[in-house]
T-cell receptor, first 111, second 116 residues
Framework: DAKTTQPNSMESNEEEPVHLPCNHSTISGTDYIHWYRQLPSQGPEYVIHGLTSNVNNRMASLAIAEDRKSSTLILHRATLRDAAVYYCILLFMNRDDKIIFGKGTRLHILP | KAGVTQTPRYLIKTRGQQVTLSCSPISGHRSVSWYQQTPGQGLQFLFEYFSETQRNKGNFPGRFSGRQFSNSRSEMNVSTLELGDSALYLC???????????????FGAGSRLTVL
């Protein structure tokens, strides 16, 4: 099963950009990279996803390495509400497989 | 539109009992997947249903089972509960199932099960 690797925790100051890395060295050509975050006492929520090109939405940006073996979630201006556990996962095309969430990265925002 | 609804939100059971949890997906979503979340193991995939068929199953014992109805609502059942089954059980729905990698997962708030 494809897996992702993320740092256990990261810290950032409020109103500064945050770069959350994810390694997925076993990614196949048809796997999509998804990011979700889980706020305390809530289910995970979708943040962003992409296949090959960098992606932007109102919440964040996703930068995907050229070889697709790693990606970075970018929060342009962190707020205290962005403190959460961030999960990077791979979702598959044309293949039945388990969805594997790692332990994620716990992001702490310092006021 | 309404989100993913999980019931009950909280429940307490004793060892040996069985429990059934329910998940109502977003209207039009045909895939429902289930996860167990514990502090030690994180989010672990239980199984996924698409159009009433189980497409894949995680590494859990046969005490964990599920089903999906024609309206895409899904239930999971845990029989002969053990203390270690205490966890947050989450379901997620998506349009086309995990075989379509672009489809986004929408999670419910979860059902927190405590086994005494």
């Amino acid at each position: 099963d494809a897996k992702t690797t993320q740092p256990n925790s990261m810290e950032s100051n409020e109103e500064e950009p945050v770069h959350l890395p994810c390694n997925h060295s076993t990614i196949s050509g048809t796997d999509y990279i998804h990011w979700y975050r889980q706020l305390p006492s809530q289910g995970p929520e979708y943040v962003i996803h992409g296949l090959t090109s960098n992606v932007n939405n109102r919440m964040a940006s996703l930068a995907i390495a050229e070889d697709r073996k790693s990606s970075t979630l970018i929060l342009h201006r962190a707020t205290l509400r962005d403190a959460a556990v961030y999960y990077c996962i791979l979702l598959f095309m044309n293949r039945d497989d388990k969805i594997i969430f790692g332990k994620g990265t716990r992001l702490h925002i310092l006021p | 539109k309404a989100g993913v609804t999980q019931t009950p939100r909280y429940l307490i059971k004793t060892r040996g009992q069985q429990v059934t949890l329910s998940c109502s997906p977003i209207s039009g979503h045909r895939s429902v997947s289930w996860y167990q979340q514990t502090p030690g193991q994180g989010l672990q995939f239980l199984f996924e249903y698409f159009s009433e068929t189980q497409r894949n199953k995680g590494n859990f014992p046969g005490r964990f089972s599920g089903r999906q109805f024609s309206n895409s609502r899904s239930e999971m059942n845990v029989s002969t509960l053990e203390l270690g089954d205490s966890a947050l059980y989450l379901c997620a729905s998506s349009l086309g199932g995990q075989g379509t990698g672009a489809n986004v997962l929408t999670f419910g708030a979860g059902s927190r099960l405590t086994v005494l």
